[in-house]
């Protein structure tokens, strides 16, 4: 067991640990490998000659981000492993609850609150897919029609296509297959326009809205394979399980499961993790809570923790990543009284603390944090 643990993210294969531990015979190590990844206590990555094991707890932050500085071309191949489609590992239940206590003063969930929503949303989901358009840029298009010259069309189409999506969204809160898959058609749409056929961010109407079947999928700079299974249905019935075991979970544990399962999945061609971060917001919406604007996400944080859950089966980041994104959405989306605001309120002060507030419990000191707790 510590030897797996000293081996850190890398994990140690059952030849490495066969030729550590000589005077134990291969069978029993196989055994005992088996029983400490049935208790827990040690994860299997990958399949085969290519198996490796490492630790059940959480590594250290530091561990995980001295992994990633690897060139992805020299980490060992990571398939794809069911059991990551399980609720486990997911946000603390206490955090999950310190998180919904945060909605004390959100603003009301009307067509004014959708108007903002929709720049803010639109702008930070097509940057973090490596998009041009500034928040003004965004703004004059959505509510001008008035399209930046200077910038590729596809950049403006990108913007478009999440503004259509948050729309239907809006009106179509219940999570379901179908409602999953609709989104993902807005989003990928190329609206026939010959500029957008070599680009990433689009796809083929026939491929629109439908988990992949034939089409199989390398994400960008990752050791990650995910599944393909052609001619079983498996993708469908795989992204049928995701939403069946999301619809029990609670509102906020539910927005990072979708957040993090169904780009693991990979259930469409394209357009995974654009999908995945507007239906984190189905389970928010329909508990009435604010939803997440991911305006102010960390981009390079946000891909470290969802390279860490794709590699390393590791949700930490992640995690992390999600608490701080979704406290500044909710101050974002709350209404302050006018008497805070013009008295020197500092959104990273306050924003700090209700972090603090999630991540330990510990009750916030600063006045203007307060007004966010129930």
């Known amino acids: 067991m510590r030897a797996i643990a000293v081996a ?3 994990g140690a294969t059952p030849d490495a640990l066969g030729t550590r531990f000589a005077g134990i015979s291969r069978s029993t190590l196989n055994r005992r490998l088996r029983e400490l990844v049935t ?12 198996t490796r094991y490492v630790s059940g707890a959480q590594f250290p932050q530091e561990d ?6 690897t060139d992805w071309q020299a980490r060992p191949l990571v398939g794809f ?3 990551q489609l399980l609720p486990e590992p997911g946000i603390a239940a206490e955090k999950a609850v310190r ?4 909605n004390a003063i959100s603003r009301p969930l009307d067509r004014k609150f959708l108007a903002d929503f929709l720049i803010d949303f639109s702008w930070a989901s097509s940057l973090l897919e490596g998009g041009t358009y500034s928040a003004i840029d965004t703004q004059a298009l959505i509510e001008y029609g008035q399209r930046n010259s200077d910038k590729p069309v596809e950049d403006a189409l990108l913007i478009l296509n999440h503004k259509n999506a948050i729309e239907y969204l809006w009106s179509h809160r219940a999570l379901s297959v179908g409602t999953v898959c609709r989104l993902h058609f807005l989003l990928t749409d190329r609206h026939g326009l010959a500029e957008t056929e070599d680009s990433e961010h689009f796809l083929p109407d026939e491929q629109r809205g439908v988990p992949r079947e034939y089409e199989e999928v390398r994400l960008g700079r990752s050791a990650y394979g995910p599944p393909f299974r052609p001619g079983t249905g498996y993708i469908g019935r795989a992204l049928a399980q995701v939403v069946d075991t999301c619809v029990k979970l609670e509102p906020v544990d539910a927005a990072l499961y979708l957040m993090t399962r169904l780009p693991y ?3 469409f061609a394209n357009g995974n993790k654009r999908t995945s971060r507007l239906a984190a917001n189905l389970p928010l919406l329909e508990a009435g809570m604010l939803p997440i604007s991911f305006v102010d996400f960390n981009k390079a944080d946000y891909v470290l923790g969802m390279s860490a859950f794709y590699e390393l089966c590791d949700i930490q ?5 999600f608490i701080q994104g979704y406290v500044r959405s909710i101050v974002r989306g709350s209404e302050l009284p006018a008497s805070v605001r013009v008295g020197g309120f500092k959104v990273d002060e306050v924003v700090g603390e209700l972090v603090k507030y999630v991540q330990s419990g510990r009750m916030p000191e600063h006045p203007a944090a307060v007004l966010f707790l129930a």
Request: proline share 6%; net charge positive; aromatic share 8%.
């Open 8 to 10: 850190g993210p890398y």
């Open 265 to 267: 999945l990979q259930a």
């Open 99 to 102: 998180l919904r206590k945060l």
């Open 39 to 50: 208790e827990g206590r040690i994860k299997a990555i990958g399949k085969g000659p290519g």
């Open 81 to 83: 492993r069911e059991e």
């Open 317 to 321: 980041i992640i995690e992390r990543v």
């Open 64 to 69: 995980v981000r001295r992994y990633f500085e």
